[in-house]
């Protein structure tokens, strides 16, 4: 990987999250099952951060 490449991968973050309205994946779903699919599922929102790049635990690139 280039230099400058390689330097703009390490600076790469992302952040994970379970604000996705799953919810509004299940369609057939009835109004009551979707309330409280989002009632157990998306109550609590949770985030964490984390490199887009990484090193291969196997191979070490």
Do not use: I
């Not at 490449?5 to 779903?29: G, I, M, V």
């Amino acid at each position: 990987m280039p230099p400058a490449l390689k330097a703009t991968a390490e600076q790469l973050w992302a952040t994970h999250s379970n604000a996705y309205d799953y919810a509004a994946q299940r369609p057939h779903a009835s109004e009551a099952d979707r309330r409280h699919y989002e009632e157990v599922f998306a109550s609590t929102v949770y985030e964490t951060d984390h490199p887009v790049v990484r090193v291969h635990p196997e191979t070490g690139e």
